[in-house]
């Protein structure tokens, strides 16, 4: 019976087919294109289903691509099918506005991914050489040059992006991209003193735009300094030796370093207890570090009207002299729970 059922469906027209898969998401057509009839295949690859996957919009964006959209990460000088370029954007995300910013999808749901550089963010003292410096990015980091804290006892970093620019029906989470040089200072968290505070303001002009009121705040503490669980397959843990693994179930703080041109470093040093409600950074795929800062959900958006996202880092309170922490950006991207 089930045959039966199975050789009826091959007999659909590939239209059909396609537009059946383009009703699913793009794990599911992933896993329809290595079904065994060519015919299913076919349909699965095609541009009618991965046009329905990509963002509405993307053409527009990718207008302001600083070069050329081509195949996987540039494997191919010719135009990328829909399908390729789906995947080029989950696996290599592009550079918009002068490397000022990174345009890439998430290849579980589809929804837009962004990321804005150093550059477009607002540092106070910025400007001022002898307070934070530019400086070129290690290799293989996202974009070209960095912001490095030379000594500063106001620290102030914030971020503005459009809601028309990300996916409705989709929450978001922002995260400090940073690493932290070997000679840095001063970002520590010590017991009684005020740690970094994260917020994350969505102010909406058209009030459907957002799953609140038209304008709200979200308020963290956060550490430059990781506690987790160590585990066999953490790097933290291989990282530490065998003297650490025989702990690996106390609770850890990860000073997470790096020095340009060097292999990332990391320091384990055990304390007793963590303070509740501080967030830390995990060490990302690319060898940076990145702490969430907050969340906010997009619902709905009419025209481009539908107000703005403001990621704000600062450290004000403490007034301790600062320095070592080196900003590669803020990313913002779709956050899941499972």
């Not at 000594?151 to 991209?177: H, N, Q, R």
């Not at 840095?184 to 909406?204: F, N, Q």
């Not at 799953?211 to 430059?224: D, Q």
Request: hydrophobic share 40%.
């Amino acid at each position: 019976m089930e045959a039966a059922a199975g050789a009826e469906i091959l007999r659909l027209p590939e239209e059909c087919v396609a537009y059946a898969i383009s009703l699913t998401t793009p794990g599911d057509a992933c896993h329809s294109s290595s079904a065994v009839s060519p015919a299913f295949r076919a349909a699965a690859d095609s541009d009618a289903v991965w046009a329905r996957f990509l963002p509405p919009d993307h053409a527009a964006v990718l207008a302001r691509a600083d070069e050329p959209v081509v195949g996987c990460c540039g494997s191919s000088s010719s135009p990328p099918s829909k399908k390729e370029l789906f995947s080029r954007l989950c696996d290599c995300p592009v550079l918009l506005d002068g490397a000022t910013m990174s345009f890439g999808l998430e290849r579980r749901s589809g929804a837009k991914c962004f990321m804005l550089s150093a550059r477009a963010l607002n540092i106070a003292w910025g400007d001022d050489p002898s307070c934070w410096v530019w400086a070129a990015s290690p290799p293989g980091s996202r974009f070209p040059e960095v912001a490095e804290l030379v000594d500063v006892c106001w620290l102030e970093i914030s971020g503005k992006l459009s809601l028309s620019l990300l996916s409705p029906g989709t929450t978001y989470a922002a995260y400090l991209v940073f690493a932290l040089a070997d000679d840095s200072y001063g970002l520590e968290c010590h017991v009684g003193m005020p740690p970094p505070k994260a917020t994350v303001t969505v102010a909406a002009v058209n009030k459907q735009a957002v799953a609140a009121a038209a304008t709200t705040t979200v308020e963290h503490a956060i550490c430059l300094q990781h506690v987790q669980q160590v585990g066999d397959d953490d790097e933290a843990g291989e990282a530490a030796g065998a003297a650490v693994m025989q702990h690996r179930r106390q609770q850890q703080y990860v000073r997470l370093r790096r020095g340009y041109g060097r292999k990332p470093q990391q320091v384990v040093v055990t304390r007793e207890g963590d303070p509740d409600g501080i967030r830390r950074p995990r060490r990302r795929g690319d060898g940076w570090a990145e702490v969430e800062m907050g969340e906010f959900a997009v619902v709905e958006q009419d025209g481009d009207d539908g107000g703005v996202v403001e990621v704000r880092l600062e450290e004000v309170d403490s007034r301790r002299w600062k320095r070592g922490l080196v900003v590669l950006g803020i990313d913002i991207r779709p956050k899941h729970t499972s």
